[in-house]
């Protein structure tokens, strides 16, 4: 495992400082710009160690990766600062891994989404560093950079049915390379509960908070925090829930102030958008 992300980070390093002014043309052709390189790049621009013509070259490298079955975006990290996620529903474990394989000859990080245990098993057969979070349906490879040390998101989960839900933003927003707290089990029916982990929860920077039933959860936690909320409704319940209408119409009609919507079972969104406020906290 140590071998292999060695030499992920000495293909980086090579690519965004070890080029010599005659074999930029051809390095940059075929090359991406990640985040880090673009700094890299600017500086020595800045410096005068490179021309202008070959950092407009660097950046004016086709943002694409084409493997056939798909389009690899590859600058999503540059414009976004997290590369592109694979999203597994629909796609075969074979198509995942390429996805993977493309992303990680200039990432250190990926996440895959909404997978089965046999993307899991072919994944994790070709990335020894893969890891398979069951309950959140998600593989991560690689170990993020802590972005904010000081600073946490709260994952509020109303009950244990939300759980897989709650872990899918729990594990995105860890990937994303922010420390993660969670809090289970503190649902309306027994609103105690939820006083016990106030501390905790007030002390966030932002707030996840995941529920189905009637979606009550996320009212009552923004009338106690000064901080954002940001509501998941989950598809649990039963008929009247309309597979997770109801407490979305609900966390929609928040008299909470200060509460963010998603889309139902859409942990990952949550997790993305919470990554997102968490970085503007420590600017």
């Known amino acids: 495992m140590t071998s292999y992300w060695a030499g992920v980070h000495e293909k980086a390093d090579r690519a965004g400082m070890q080029f010599a002014h005659d074999r930029a043309p051809r390095l940059w052709h075929g090359w991406r710009v990640t985040t880090l390189e673009a700094t890299k790049l600017l500086d020595r621009f800045r410096a005068g160690n490179i021309g202008r013509d070959e950092v407009l070259r660097a950046f004016q490298a086709p943002p694409v990766a084409d493997i056939g079955f798909a389009q690899v975006d590859t600058h999503r990290a540059l414009r976004k600062g997290f590369p592109e996620v694979i999203f597994g529903a629909g796609k075969t474990p074979a198509q995942v891994v390429k996805i993977a394989e493309k992303l990680l000859e200039r990432e250190a990080c990926v996440l895959v989404t909404r997978v089965t245990d046999q993307h899991a098993k072919t994944v994790r057969r070709r990335f020894k560093a893969a890891v398979h ?9 690689g170990s993020p950079k802590l972005k904010n040390p000081r600073g946490y998101i709260a994952v509020v989960c ?83 829930s309309f597979g997770g209408l109801a407490p979305l119409l609900g966390m929609l009609n928040s008299c909470g102030s200060g509460v963010t919507v998603v889309n139902i079972d859409n942990g990952f969104g949550a997790g993305y958008a919470a990554s997102q406020i968490n970085t503007l906290a420590q600017e």
């Open 133 to 141: 979070h069951e309950m959140a349906g998600c593989i991560t490879i």
């Open 158 to 240: 109303a009950g244990t049915s939300d759980l897989p839900v709650a872990e899918e933003a729990a594990v995105t927003a860890a990937i994303m390379g922010n420390r993660v707290e969670r809090v289970a089990d503190v649902g309306v029916a027994g609103v105690h509960r939820l006083f016990g982990k106030l501390d905790q929860i007030q002390a966030a920077n932002v707030i996840i908070v995941v529920a189905g039933m009637e979606g009550a959860l996320p009212s009552v936690v923004a009338g106690l925090v000064s901080k954002p909320v940001i509501a998941v409704p989950t598809s649990v319940g039963y008929g009247a």
